[in-house]
């Protein structure tokens, strides 16, 4: 069986996302069955990109977390309990829907934030990946992932932000960010 590798897309620039999407089209173009788990991005109606997968027939499967919601996006914050209970169930569903061995391309997007603000610990996630079948292709997403998991990877891109329209006053847009 062809070994699958780890990658990791981090960093403070816009991009993340998209890329770990790009490779999802790309797997399932040829083929390749994928599975997207977004973490916390409850509270907020789903982005584009999942909704053009529900309308494309893709072998592509999607699962997002609707309780994960940040503290800081959170009206009053707190919910960080909660937040690490539900956070360490996706987790575990992750690890049930990679382990039943109908997966080429797991993606998880989001969860190097849980892991860089502490609400996941890394250990949980250097374990599912040592559990991984050997062809599971793996990408993780997200700002801040600790080094310890950039070590394990065989890919790692940080994207760095050297502009962005946010920063100029134009809000997030429909289409393009979200
Ligand atoms: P995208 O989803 O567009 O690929 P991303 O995954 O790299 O971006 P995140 O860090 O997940 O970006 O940020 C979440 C949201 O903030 C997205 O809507 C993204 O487009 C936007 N964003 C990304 N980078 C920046 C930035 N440097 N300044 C402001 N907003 C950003
Ligand atoms: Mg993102």
Request: charged share 25%.
């Amino acid at each position: 069986m062809k070994r699958g590798l780890i990658q990791i897309y981090t960093g403070d620039g816009k991009g993340k996302t998209t890329a770990a999407f790009g490779i999802a089209l790309r797997a399932a173009g040829r083929g390749l069955r994928v599975q997207i788990y977004q973490f916390l991005k409850g509270g907020s109606p789903p982005s584009g990109e999942v909704l053009a997968l529900d309308n494309c027939g893709l072998p592509i499967r999607w699962r997002r977390f609707d309780d994960q919601i940040p503290p800081m996006f959170r009206k009053g914050g707190g919910g960080e309990e909660e937040l690490r209970r539900s956070l360490r169930k996706a987790l575990e569903e992750v690890r049930e829907g990679v382990l039943g061995g109908q997966t080429d391309l797991v993606i998880l997007d989001e969860i190097n934030v849980a892991l860089a603000q502490g609400w996941l610990p890394v250990e949980s996630v250097l374990e599912f990946l040592q559990e991984c079948p050997e062809g599971v292709e793996v990408v993780l997403t997200g700002r801040g992932a600790p080094e310890c998991l950039l070590e394990r990877a065989h890919l790692v891109t940080e994207m760095r932000c050297i502009k962005h329209p946010f920063d100029q006053g134009v809000p997030a847009r429909r289409g393009i960010e979200f």
